[in-house]
Nanobody, 115 residues
Framework: QVQLVESGGNLVQPGGSLRLSCAAS????????MAWYRQAPGKQRELVAA???????SYADSVKGRFTISRDNARNTVYLQMNALKSEDTAVYSC?????????WGQGTLVTVST
């Protein structure tokens, strides 16, 4: 059974930092492209960052220079380091594992950026 379990979401003030984690089980993690998506209230889900099996990364323009995605294949875990957080980063962040036409999703973790 495939499981993606996110953690690390919290309430943080603008300008603060958070690190999200997504632990995967039931898949051969190293071959998957791992990604973080987010969905803010009333908005469509958007791709935040991705890291492929070779370690190449990509980011949404809105988070470039502030967020960093990384993966630890030994721990079957992908991370999202978020710095200089803004109120518009408030959303449910979900982890995705993709291989060809196979997609797996986690339940999501809530990040709230507010004073």
């Amino acid at each position: 059974q495939v499981q993606l379990v996110e953690s690390g979401g919290n309430l943080v003030q603008p300008g603060g930092s958070l690190r999200l984690s997504c632990a995967a089980s039931g898949i051969f993690f190293p071959v998957y492209t791992m990604a973080w998506y987010r969905q803010a209230p009333g908005k469509q889900r958007e791709l935040v960052a991705a890291v492929n099996s070779d370690g190449a990364t990509s980011y949404a323009d809105s988070v470039k220079g502030r967020f960093t995605i990384s993966r630890d294949n030994a721990r079957n875990t992908v991370y999202l380091q978020m710095n200089a957080l803004k109120s518009e980063d408030t959303a449910v962040y979900s982890c995705n594992a993709k291989l060809v036409d196979t997609d797996h999703w986690g339940q999501g973790t809530l990040v709230t950026v507010s004073t």
